[in-house]
């Protein structure tokens, strides 16, 4: 997902601080330290609208998943997945990605719940052949 070897990879996490259901992103996001990653944490859907980057990754909590998973955008448009809790990003993504706005958006779902530890774990092995 980066081009040059020093870009900064932008990962969008989502998820509500306040719901225990919707929060596991958000802790996991704050404890990882990964080289040229940036986490930006957002709390509406349509922050990512603002976002200057045609090459990102979307990190947020995916109802009944049992483990860490890495969709593509074509994903979310061919299989219609809105078990993503709270995920009325795909409209957004959809709409910037028919504009050109942008170009390599990846999606890595985690579960609602679970060993936050084991969590972190494999979300880094996800994410470390994203980060070139």
Do not use: W
């Not at 070897?5 to 404890?31: C, Q, R, S, T």
């Not at 080289?35 to 603002?50: A, D, G």
């Amino acid at each position: 997902i980066l081009s040059p070897p020093h870009k900064i990879m932008k990962i969008l996490v989502f998820g509500n601080k306040y719901l225990k259901e919707d929060n596991l992103a958000i802790k996991v996001a704050k404890e990882i330290k990964l080289k040229n990653t940036n986490f930006i944490f957002c709390e509406f859907p349509e922050q990512v609208l603002n976002l200057n980057e045609k090459d990102f990754v979307i990190l947020d909590v995916v109802k009944d998943l049992k483990e860490v998973k890495l969709f593509n955008l074509e994903d979310l448009q061919e299989f219609n997945i809105t078990s993503l809790h709270d995920f009325d990003i795909g409209f957004f993504l959809k709409l910037m990605q028919n504009s050109g706005k942008i170009k390599n958006v990846k999606i890595i779902g985690i579960p609602m719940k679970g060993n936050k530890e084991l969590i972190k774990r494999d979300l880094i092995k996800v994410l470390k052949p994203l980060n070139l």
